[in-house]
């Protein structure tokens, strides 16, 4: 699942503010894919008002890889980066794996477990304070990969 920190962190609960750290999106506007399990799925609703999140497709992991992926140095992270000594030969191998589970992000050869985008280009069309039921887009959002684009 790929999820998306909207709000930031100031005056945040504590039970919240430690669901942010566990998933690693402690500044806002940071993505991370986690896998589709009970487990996120109890994290995740219960950081529902800061959250988005949807269903990560291999398009979207590559894309993410590719434009916004770092590696552990701060630096991008290129196809020649994972040659050494790396079971991917490419990007689309390594997002296939993200997507299907067998690879968690933090722990996949020295890829960071976020990535830092940037605020949305042409800015919000809804409510960036609601949940994607009642007009905004936090929350289990299907139009977050849109969104996901405006902000790579």
């Not at 709000?7 to 945040?12: A, E, F, K, L």
């Given at each position: 699942?790929?999820v998306?920190?909207?709000?930031?962190?100031v005056?945040?609960?504590?039970?919240?503010?430690?669901a942010?750290?566990?998933?690693?999106?402690?500044?806002r506007?940071?993505?991370?894919?986690v896998?589709?399990?009970e487990?996120?799925?109890?994290?995740l609703?219960?950081?529902?008002?800061?959250?988005?999140w949807?269903?990560?497709?291999?398009?979207?992991?590559?894309?993410l890889?590719h434009d916004?992926?770092?590696?552990?140095?701060?630096?991008?992270?290129?196809?020649s980066?994972?040659?050494?000594?790396?079971p991917?030969?490419?990007l689309?191998?390594?997002a296939?794996?993200?997507?299907?589970?067998?690879?968690?992000?933090?722990?996949?050869?020295?890829v960071?477990?976020f990535f830092?985008l940037?605020p949305?280009?042409?800015?919000?069309?809804?409510?960036?304070?609601?949940q994607?039921?009642?007009?905004g887009i936090?929350g289990p959002?299907?139009?977050?990969?849109?969104?996901?684009?405006?902000?790579l």
């Amino acid at each position: 699942m790929l999820v998306v920190n909207m709000r930031g962190m100031v005056n945040t609960r504590a039970p919240v503010l430690r669901a942010l750290t566990q998933l690693h999106l402690t500044h806002r506007f940071n993505a991370t894919i986690v896998p589709d399990t009970e487990m996120f799925e109890g994290v995740l609703k219960s950081a529902k008002e800061h959250v988005a999140w949807c269903r990560a497709d291999v398009g979207t992991v590559e894309k993410l890889l590719h434009d916004r992926g770092e590696n552990l140095n701060g630096g991008r992270l290129r196809e020649s980066g994972l040659a050494k000594g790396s079971p991917f030969s490419s990007l689309s191998d390594l997002a296939q794996a993200i997507e299907s589970g067998k690879v968690k992000l933090g722990s996949a050869l020295g890829v960071k477990a976020f990535f830092r985008l940037s605020p949305p280009r042409g800015g919000f069309k809804r409510s960036s304070r609601r949940q994607y039921s009642e007009g905004g887009i936090l929350g289990p959002n299907k139009e977050l990969p849109i969104l996901l684009n405006a902000m790579l």
